[in-house]
């Protein structure tokens, strides 16, 4: 599976965002599909996941209630919906591919795309 992850800009605080995640691969349904951050002198850390299905989603504490995760199995994309976005909430996000179970672990993941950049002002 290859990831292409888009849609990152600079916005203010309070702003949203889309981030989408375009899926090559027969595959792309089959998978656990997660999105994660990483900010300058941070780890990567875990920011929501869905089933194949769509039916189960999970969410970092620290994004539950303003970001959103969805799939279109049809069009191999992920999404992720970005709602009151906060400065802290700055880092390159990645969107990854897990074939196993629902995962919040990076190691889970074996599939990555390229990253693309959030920024939000204060």
């Known amino acids: 599976v290859q990831l292409q992850a888009s849609g990152g800009g600079l916005v203010q605080a309070g702003s949203s965002l889309r981030l989408s995640c375009a899926a090559s691969?027969?595959?792309?349904?089959?998978?656990?599909m997660g999105w994660f951050r990483q900010a300058p002198g941070k780890e990567r850390e875990f920011v929501a996941s869905?089933?194949?299905?769509?039916?189960?989603?999970t969410y970092a504490d620290s994004v539950k209630g303003r970001f959103t995760i969805s799939r279109d199995n049809a069009e191999n994309t992920v999404s992720l919906r970005m709602n009151s976005l906060k400065p802290e909430d700055t880092a390159v996000y990645y969107c990854?591919?897990?074939?196993?179970?629902?995962?919040?672990?990076?190691?889970?993941?074996?599939?990555w795309g390229q990253g693309t950049q959030v920024t939000v002002s204060s």
């Open positions: 869905i089933h194949w299905s769509g039916r189960s989603t």
């Open positions: 691969g027969r595959t792309f349904s089959s998978y656990v």
């Open positions: 990854a591919a897990n074939p196993w179970a629902a995962s919040t672990e990076v190691g889970s993941y074996n599939y």
